[in-house]
């Protein structure tokens, strides 16, 4: 209002009363006495708000930007987070509260507005603090980096882009690039991600991009993730996900904003060139390149009788992939394998075999399916892998054959493709070995311990008692194999009746009675 207005408001009230000298006289004692103080009062309250008003937006943002103490949300799954600078953690919204009007009322010039304050923090953390987008420490990245290095990854580069890789599925990037992986890491991959939906909800999808087996994909949209082989033991990660998700996720996202792509990264920003050569070796070649490599480098021509049956190639392929480019995959059709390697080489359809064609490669194959032949028949037993491996030396020896360089994984490899027994884990199942018949031993073995027992002075005896001292008696023997203890419980349940065995003691009254 203009001053003129207010001279005219006060005129028109002093015309309608001018024949009232009393309101006139109480008109006047407003204008002197009581307005200037009630102007005061007001101005004084409209400063106090503007210093609260201040001091408020202030404290929110110390409050908020604090690095020993940030706090974010996370919509989807209505949750808030805490970090003090090295990790993060779930925390309730009451605790917030708690911290928050705690503190402002050791700040008296606050106190009027706590609620407001309060209610406005808890505001700006939900709309403006987000996980994904928040800043870890070094010391937060660091711990990150040296746990998946050397467990899951050989190098920080590799771990890096990994991560970036998480952070780019997480944050809906979109991209062509599919990235391939061992089928044994996918229990740690669905656990990762199971773990990582409970924070950002089912709709995310953090290894959307990363595939396990090849569905006919363009080689130069293909990128390789090696991971170690202790991605198969759960004991190696399963607690590190659980107390450390939070970490993960937010130093993928950093890692996704900071280098924009996984595939970013590793074109421009990382300097490790074995971990380019290894992430990008799909990307740079393709099926022809590949093939010609592997019949140059794994076949030699043979002018005389050599021969490679179609079942041993596609071995040495096998062999060829995973020894030679590390690829977690077979990157090419089995179809389109024979029919490109049948337009190089001589092939026999009747006989499904190559001709003219050996590789030196095949040596140790011949003599494992030898070894196979001679000494294992189907059968109710079964073996660890690193037992037929022994086994398989001593073979060797007996022969005087050179020990070829067959190690337990290579020995896994050869089962899987040429054997066809079942496989479970370490485990090969429905299998008898000429060269140890377990089972014989065992009984033969238990037996004698019947007669070194005084049974009739004897108590309960354990199953681990019986155990070692069935160790012990195989050291009086030329065997000098002994059965694992797994093993030797699982066929001491198979042999004796479930009524003689309570709380893994096997009770008196069987050796009386059997």
Known sequence: MSLQNM?????????????????????????????????????????RKHNL????????????????????????????????????VLINEDTIWHILLSDISTKSHLIPWKHKIKNLVIKKIKEEKSLLTSIPESCTIQYIIQHLTPILFRSKSESKYFLTLLGDN?????????????????????????????????????????????HNQIFKDCKIISFNDSVKIRSCWDSFLKSHILDIIAVACHYSHQFQSANNYIESHCQNTEAIHSISYLSKTNSEALINKFVSEWLEPSTDSGEIKWVEMYYLWKSFIRSECQFPIMPIYIKNLKTALSAQLNYNDSLDL????????????????????????????????????????????????????????????????????????KFITSIKCNLWDKQAEMEDIINQLKVDYDFCQEED??????????????????????????????????????????????????????
Not at 26 to 44: G, I, R, S, T
Not at 358 to 379: A, P
């Open 170 to 214: 997480i944050l809906k990037k979109s991209t062509q690039i599919c990235q391939f992986v061992r089928l044994e890491s996918k229990d740690f991959l669905t656990c990762l991600q199971d773990h990582i939906q409970c924070i950002l909800g089912t709709q995310c999808l953090p290894i959307n991009t990363i595939k396990f087996k090849y």
């Open 354 to 425: 190559y001709s003219t064609v050996t590789s030196s490669k095949l040596s140790y194959v011949k003599t494992f399916q030898s070894f196979w032949r001679e000494t294992i028949i189907e059968g109710d037993d079964e073996f660890e892998i690193s037992e037929l491996w022994s086994l398989y030396l001593k073979w060797m020896l007996e022969k005087g054959a050179k020990v070829s360089g067959i190690n337990e994984e290579k020995m896994h490899f050869l089962i899987e493709h040429f054997a066809g027994s079942p496989i479970t884990g």
């Open 461 to 514: 005896i354990s199953i681990y008692k019986l155990y070692k001292d069935y160790c012990k008696r195989i050291l009086d023997t030329n065997s000098q194999r002994t059965v694992s203890k797994k093993y030797f419980e699982k066929y001491i349940s198979k042999i004796i009746p479930s009524e003689y065995i309570k709380d893994n003691q096997l009770l008196k009254k069987y050796w009386s009675e059997f």
């Open 7 to 47: 001279i005219n408001s006060i005129n028109e009230l002093h015309t309608k009363y001018k024949d009232r000298p009393d309101v006139l006289c109480k008109m006047e004692e407003y204008m002197n006495k009581q307005l200037p103080h009630a102007l005061d009062l007001f101005v004084e309250r409209i400063n």
């Open 53 to 88: 008003e201040k001091q408020s937006t202030i404290y929110i943002d110390k409050f908020l930007n604090n690095p020993e103490q940030q706090y974010f949300y996370i919509p989807q799954s209505d949750l808030f987070i805490f970090y003090n600078g090295e990790k993060y």
